[in-house]
């Protein structure tokens, strides 16, 4: 079965500080891994995404992640934290086999919490 | 653009009313995508649509039901609400998946919170 973990249900980091936000996920195939932040009582905005090419990928708000294929992550990293940071964070798959849908499947989501 | 608009942001059921979640999008995207989100549970896709006229279940669909008439619109309907069905949900839309798999993003409304009582 495909799926997508998120192992650390929260993060606290110094401002400052680098950050990381873990994700593990199974699929059959290449996997299409996207990243996604959730502002309290808003929708989620889409942080970026690997397809293919370069393992690392660059996106919004000077984030980025790491792709592994032999340890099957897609680690959501920033060098120096800011407080306004501090949000749920979730890891999404896309779903393999299902024909041309563009389903997705997310992780539980991880807070991050940035202290001053 | 507006993006992805949802109606209402916040909404009380009482136990067997019924009720529907408007999900309007003006980025002509084909895809549109229903999902609810639970505490520590993440999203769960609800139903989905690839174009207008067709919609398909995703991975909890019971308890509801959806029409896609035009490209813009894609509500979301509750016949008998349920406790179980207290959550927050989003509508979600992208355009068609470039490839045989798939690489589009979906780009997501506001949400509703909906309370069963």
């Given at each position: 079965?495909?799926?997508?973990?998120?192992?650390?249900?929260?993060?606290?980091?110094?401002?400052?500080?680098?950050?990381?936000?873990?994700?593990?996920?199974?699929?059959?195939?290449?996997?299409?891994?996207?990243?996604?932040?959730?502002?309290?009582?808003?929708?989620?905005?889409?942080?970026?995404?690997?397809?293919?090419?370069?393992?690392?990928?660059?996106?919004?708000?000077?984030?980025?992640?790491?792709?592994?294929?032999?340890?099957?992550?897609?680690?959501?990293?920033?060098?120096?934290?800011?407080?306004?940071?501090?949000?749920?964070?979730?890891?999404?798959?896309?779903?393999?086999?299902?024909?041309?849908?563009?389903?997705?499947?997310?992780?539980?989501?991880?807070?991050?919490?940035?202290?001053? | 653009?507006?993006?992805?608009?949802?109606?209402?942001?916040?909404?009380?059921?009482?136990?067997?009313?019924?009720?529907?979640?408007?999900?309007?999008q003006d980025m002509n995207h084909?895809?549109?995508?229903?999902?609810?989100?639970?505490?520590?549970?993440?999203?769960?896709?609800?139903?989905?649509?690839?174009?207008?006229?067709?919609?398909?279940?995703?991975?909890?669909?019971?308890?509801?039901?959806?029409?896609?008439?035009?490209?813009?619109?894609?509500?979301?309907?509750?016949?008998?609400?349920?406790?179980?069905?207290?959550?927050?949900?989003?509508?979600?839309?992208?355009?068609?998946?470039?490839?045989?798999?798939?690489?589009?993003?979906?780009?997501?409304?506001?949400?509703?919170?909906?309370?069963?009582?």
């Open positions: 079965a495909q799926s997508v973990a998120q192992p650390e249900d929260q993060v606290n980091v110094a401002e400052g500080n680098p950050l990381t936000v873990k994700c593990t996920y199974s699929v059959s195939g290449n996997p299409y891994l996207f990243w996604y932040v959730q502002y309290p009582n808003r929708g989620l905005q889409f942080l970026l995404k690997y397809i293919t090419g370069d393992n690392l990928v660059k996106g919004s708000y000077g984030f980025e992640a790491e792709f592994n294929k032999s340890q099957t992550s897609f680690h959501l990293k920033k060098p120096s934290a800011l407080v306004s940071d501090s949000a749920l964070y979730f890891c999404a798959v896309r779903v393999h086999g299902s024909g041309n849908t563009g389903k997705l499947i997310f992780g539980q989501g991880t807070t991050l919490q940035v202290k001053p | 653009n507006a993006g992805v608009t949802q109606t209402p942001k916040f909404r009380i059921l009482k136990i067997g009313q019924s009720m529907t979640l408007q999900c309007t084909n895809y549109m995508y229903w999902y609810r989100q639970d505490p520590g549970m993440g999203l769960k896709l609800i139903y989905y649509s690839v174009g207008a006229g067709i919609t398909d279940k995703g991975e909890v669909p019971n308890g509801y039901n959806v029409s896609r008439s035009t490209t813009e619109d894609f509500p979301l309907r509750l016949e008998l609400a349920a406790p179980s069905q207290t959550s927050v949900y989003f509508c979600a839309s992208s355009y068609s998946p470039g490839g045989p798999q798939g690489t589009d993003t979906q780009y997501f409304g506001p949400g509703t919170r909906l309370t069963v009582l």
